[in-house]
């Protein structure tokens, strides 16, 4: 079946822009986590969501991220007034469960000039 | 505060050559422990995982790895390395039952990024 989907795959914004990544979680899936991967490091945790209730957002670096999972399905990740720190990949996983079984999408690449 | 340390940067093997990837973590209980590869583009695939029982983990693509509480160690291994398998492999943490918020997320290492050499 169909895996976890990111759009759009690479983004280039100046700085100062507002920036919407979007994720589609295999269907079904309960469970949605946000990773920040910056260069050559491993996948950091920004934020979850069990459904459409974000459970837990204490990986946001900054209050210019903001996610949201309004229907418990897609899922947006919206950077604002991006810095060129926020260049890294975006990752999405999902999980039927509440579990640690998780599934990742291909990453939304953003660079920040 | 959980961490997974993957001491690592870089390793290149031969191929048909056998290949050891080392994974230390610090946590006060059980962690549940997993090994990802990721290709260059490509999102996060899950070769293995631990969560009890038999400290020997059979995974994906000819990947094993062994679980040692007495020495905090999560190793990857695979005898015959192939060129195919020249990637970035991470290694990952999750805590249980701390807090019902925190949803499973799961503590990374910063990877070993592999070359496999004809």
């Known amino acids: 079946g169909a895996g976890v989907s990111q759009s759009p795959r690479y983004k280039v914004a100046k700085r100062g822009q507002d920036v919407a990544l979007r994720c589609d979680p295999i269907s079904g899936h309960v469970s949605l986590f946000w990773y920040q991967q910056a260069l050559g490091q491993g996948p950091e945790f920004l934020t979850y969501f069990q459904n459409e209730a974000q459970l837990d957002k204490s990986g946001l670096p900054s209050d210019r991220f903001f996610a949201e999972r309004p229907e418990g399905s897609v899922s947006t990740l919206k950077i604002q007034r991006t810095q060129q720190e926020d260049s890294a990949v975006y990752l999405c996983a999902s999980s039927p469960q509440i579990t640690y079984e998780q599934y990742f999408g291909p990453g939304t690449r953003l660079t920040v000039t | 505060a959980q961490s997974v340390t993957q001491p690592d940067i870089h390793i290149t093997v031969s191929e048909g050559a056998s290949l050891e990837l080392r994974c230390n973590y610090s946590y006060g209980a059980t962690p549940y422990l997993f090994w990802y590869v990721q290709s260059p583009g490509q999102g996060l695939q899950l070769l293995l995982k631990y969560f009890s029982g038999d400290t020997l983990v059979q995974g994906i693509k000819g990947f094993e790895a062994e679980f040692k509480r007495s020495q905090s160690s999560f190793n990857l291994r695979k005898p015959s390395m192939h060129w195919s398998d020249a990637a970035e492999y991470f290694c990952?943490?999750?805590?249980?039952?701390?807090?019902?918020?925190?949803?499973?997320?799961?503590?990374f290492g910063k990877g070993t990024s592999l070359l496999v050499t004809p």
């Open positions: 990952a943490v999750g805590a249980t039952g701390l807090d019902s918020n925190s949803g499973y997320a799961l503590n």
